[in-house]
């Protein structure tokens, strides 16, 4: 225990202006995440937490916390942000899509091709389209908008075919993602991330759509054996601070976080890259009974895709038109030219 009793009023005075310009100095943001610690997304995350810090020399300090232990829901994120009760979040797409519909649109089910030199070309495209659409609803500053791998479907029981995904229940992210694997034949269930694993163990669920990589890390080969090589979709991932907040920084701070968001990008898109092949090893590795699909079975996903695409997009508001429209007009480019 120190003693200050010695020291005159004066000192003390100063020993207390000190400490309180340094707290004063000090900003720290709470960053929610919905993924667990072990998904490869939260590393780039925690990296760009670590360059903030390094950047501002601690002046503005940025801590991560996965898997929804910041308290909030991924559904709850955007209005926590806009509240300024969480100062930044990451949210999936398909998690908020019951309340802002836009931003499920590049979880929509073989809609964005999987060309991931397009995918950041459509990310640059649409991100200022999203961020006037946010700022201007939610007060919120969109600093990326990102995509995951396209997923895979993993059961515990033999699925050679889409036929075999009938009566399943299967854990879908999304509303567009479960109207996709009901149609497909499958019951699609709700279940958080987090209790994925143990509803696979209690025979609550029968499986799930997931990245390759993040069925390796939460290690549900362990309670799953066999894959249907779908490589459908790829759910989109907003990273957004509340806008005040941000104002409240200064200018070199403004600037750290701008930098640190410009190598969150690319060591996204490095991530990306290296987590399928990752995850395909492991799933090897581990036993895992890998079937393709058949020309047949592409050409009904396809089909099923194309109608969930038509109808969602026909309710589309004025205001979220133009994302829709803009995705859509690169999309046939690309096609166009491939």
Do not use: C
């Not at 069925?215 to 509340?242: C, Q, R, W």
């Not at 190598?263 to 898109?269: G, I, L």
């Amino acid at each position: 225990m120190k003693h200050w009793i010695n020291l005159p009023a004066m000192a003390l005075a100063a020993v207390a202006a000190l400490g309180a310009a340094k707290a004063s100095a000090e900003t720290n943001w709470q960053f929610h995440s919905p993924d667990s610690a072990r998904f490869w997304l939260v590393g780039v995350m925690e990296n760009f937490a670590e360059n903030v810090g390094t950047s501002t020399g601690g002046e503005l300090n940025v801590t991560v916390f996965p898997a929804g232990s910041s308290g909030f829901k991924g559904d709850q994120a955007l209005d926590a942000v806009a509240e300024n009760l969480l100062s930044m979040a990451a949210v999936y797409g398909g998690h908020v899509a019951g309340q802002e519909k836009i931003m499920e649109l590049m979880d929509l089910p073989d809609f964005v091709p999987g060309d991931i030199e397009f995918r950041q070309k459509l990310w640059d495209g649409l991100k200022p389209l999203y961020a006037e659409y946010l700022e201007s609803k939610y007060d919120v500053l969109l600093l990326d908008v990102v995509q995951i791998n396209p997923r895979r479907v993993y059961a515990k029981s033999p699925i050679n075919s889409v036929a075999d995904l009938s009566g399943l229940k299967l854990r879908a992210l999304g509303r567009a993602d479960a109207e996709f694997l009901r149609q497909l034949g499958a019951e699609p269930t709700t279940t958080a991330w987090g209790e994925i694993y143990t509803s696979l163990q209690q025979g609550l669920i029968d499986g799930l759509m997931s990245t390759e990589a993040g069925h390796a890390s939460m290690k549900f080969y362990e309670v799953t054996d066999y894959v249907l090589d779908t490589a459908n979709a790829g759910p989109s991932v907003f990273i957004f601070v509340n806008r005040d907040a941000y104002e409240d920084l200064s200018d070199a701070e403004k600037s750290a976080v701008e930098a640190a968001v410009a190598d969150f990008r690319t060591a996204h898109v490095t991530a990306y890259q290296g987590s399928d092949a990752w995850g395909r090893s492991t799933a090897v590795e581990q036993g895992m009974q890998i079937a393709a699909v058949s020309d047949a079975d592409a050409a009904k996903m396809r089909e099923i895709s194309a109608g969930i695409v038509t109808e969602w997009q026909a309710s589309l508001t004025d205001k979220e038109r133009p994302i829709y429209e803009a995705a859509q007009s690169m999309i046939d480019a690309y096609h166009a030219g491939n």
